[in-house]
């Protein structure tokens, strides 16, 4: 075998590309071909810098707040412990309100039952608590003779039935078909 040299010769001149030929990324081409891809990357682009605005925006405005001194935070909590105390207050007065008509309550009716207690004994508890008895239910009856005054509208008849007609009858009767004759 013998060696040859051998050697390729690469043209660098800059002058005979062809700038068609070209594979860079702005190239005709490439948007052609990549046209979709290309306006997604631009999109996710601008919403990312729309995004990153309004957290500066917000950032500069939460920064830009008034800052609270401890005073006005000390003042802040002061009010708030005075409203739950008169709140707290205003509690314990209803609870001892509802505590003494509780425990009054009790009292008439422990002095209600010692009353029957000894009508019981001395054997005149019929008569006594059946009186009693019809005074409450009269004022009971006087109270619900008035709210039942007028009778309430009916909107609809007792007997009808959307599945049977007009008729009265009780059963489902289909009404008569007169038949054209022939058969």
């Known amino acids: 075998m013998l060696e040859s040299d051998a050697t390729i010769e690469v043209e660098d001149d800059p002058s005979s ?8 990324l702005l ?3 490439n948007i052609r071909r990549h046209g979709l891809i290309i306006v997604l ?3 996710l682009f601008y919403l990312v810098i729309k995004k990153l605005r309004a957290r500066l925006v917000s950032a500069s405005n939460s920064s830009s707040s008034p800052e609270y001194s401890a005073e006005d935070e000390i003042r802040r909590r002061e009010a708030v412990e005075a409203a739950r ?12 309100k509802y505590k003494e008509k ?5 009292k008439e009716e422990a002095m209600r039952r010692a009353e029957e207690w000894s009508l019981l004994q001395s054997g005149k508890s019929c008569s006594g608590l059946r009186r009693r008895v ?3 239910d009269k004022d009971q009856t006087e109270t619900d003779t008035k709210r039942r005054d007028k009778p309430k509208p009916r909107f609809r008849i007792n007997d009808y039935n959307p599945l049977m007609g007009d008729t009265s009858g009780s059963r489902f009767r289909p009404s008569c078909r007169p038949t054209s004759g022939g058969g």
């Open 17 to 24: 590309h062809d700038l068609h030929e070209t594979n860079t």
């Open 27 to 29: 190239s005709f081409d």
């Open 41 to 43: 990357i631009l999109g």
């Open 85 to 96: 105390m008169r709140l707290q207050e205003r509690f314990n007065e209803d609870l001892k």
């Open 102 to 106: 509780k425990l009054e309550r009790e």
């Open 134 to 136: 019809a005074e409450e």
